[in-house]
């Protein structure tokens, strides 16, 4: 079983919006920490985090055009990007109980298969 399925990506012109969902399968996140990354080529970003205590954080590049948000009772974590820009384009994942240090992706260990995101100009 897949633990985490992200959706809601897509092609928008920059400028526009679009707003991500990663789907949790089996365990609750009501106790899990759960981030967004996203990869272009072989580098993976980190985008977004949600703590269980209602703490967020996010990327410098994404300060303040995206919000990170989570629905414990759907059991999902949503990321919704404004303003976007073509370099925000990127294969986007989410990636749930980090070990250590939340925005460094070899932290987690339960990750989703990605959703595109292309923004042209």
């Known amino acids: 079983q897949v633990p985490l399925v992200e959706s809601g990506g897509g092609s928008v012109q920059a400028g526009g919006s679009l707003r991500l969902s990663c789907a949790a399968c089996?365990?609750?996140?009501?106790?899990?920490?759960v981030a967004w990354f996203r990869q272009v080529g072989d580098e993976r970003e980190f985008v977004a985090f949600s703590?269980?205590?209602?703490?967020?954080y996010y990327g410098d590049s994404v300060q303040g055009r995206f919000t990170i948000s989570r629905d414990n009772a759907k059991n999902t974590v949503s990321l919704q990007m404004n303003s976007l820009k073509p370099e925000d384009t990127a294969v986007y994942y989410c990636?749930?109980?980090?070990?250590?240090?939340?925005?460094?992706?070899?932290?987690?260990?339960?990750w989703g298969q990605g959703t595109q995101v292309t923004v042209f100009s």
């Open positions: 089996g365990r609750s996140i009501s106790m899990s920490g």
């Open positions: 990636a749930r109980d980090p070990l250590t240090l939340a925005f460094r992706h070899p932290s987690y260990g339960y």
């Open positions: 703590g269980t205590g209602g703490s967020t």
